[in-house]
C-alpha cells in the first residue's frame, strides 16, 4: 500500500504564487518518478510536471517557465512552486508516484487563482 499525501492548495489573485507539497509512504522499494497533474472543470487530465528519479524534469506545455518542480529534503517529497498563476490554473491538482509496487495518485487539491 502505498499513502500519498498532499497539501498547500488554496486561493490565489491572478499574478501570485503558491507553492504545493506532496509526500509519497508506504511499502515500496524504488520510485521511477513523482510528479502532478491537474484536472481543470470540464476538461481531461493533464500532466503539470513531473521529476524522475535522476533528477530530470518534464513540464506541460502550458506552464512555460512559470512552474518549478522539485525534491524535498525528506525521501519521496517534492514540490511544485507555481508563479504568475492565471485564472485558467484553477484545478485540482493531484500528486503522483511510480513506484515499483504500481502508480499512485493523491486525492488532489484545490488550487483557485481569482480576485
Known amino acids: 500500500q502505498v499513502h500519498i499525501v498532499e497539501s498547500g492548495g488554496g486561493l490565489v489573485q491572478p499574478g501570485g504564487s503558491l507553492r504545493i507539497s506532496c509526500a509519497a509512504s508506504?511499502?515500496?522499494?524504488?520510485?521511477?518518478?513523482m510528479g502532478w497533474d491537474r484536472r481543470i472543470p470540464g476538461k481531461q487530465r493533464e500532466s503539470v510536471a513531473q521529476?524522475?528519479?535522476?533528477?530530470?524534469?518534464n513540464y506541460g506545455d502550458f506552464v512555460k517557465g512559470r512552474f518549478t518542480i522539485s525534491r524535498g529534503n525528506a525521501k519521496n517529497t517534492v514540490y511544485l512552486q507555481m508563479n504568475s498563476l492565471k485564472p485558467e490554473d484553477t484545478a485540482v491538482y493531484y500528486c503522483?508516484?511510480?513506484?515499483?509496487?504500481?502508480?499512485?495518485w493523491g486525492q488532489g487539491t484545490q488550487v483557485t487563482v481569482s480576485s
Open positions: 508506504g511499502s515500496f522499494s524504488s520510485m521511477s518518478r
Open positions: 521529476i524522475d528519479s535522476g533528477g530530470t524534469t
Open positions: 503522483n508516484a511510480f513506484t515499483d509496487r504500481g502508480s499512485y
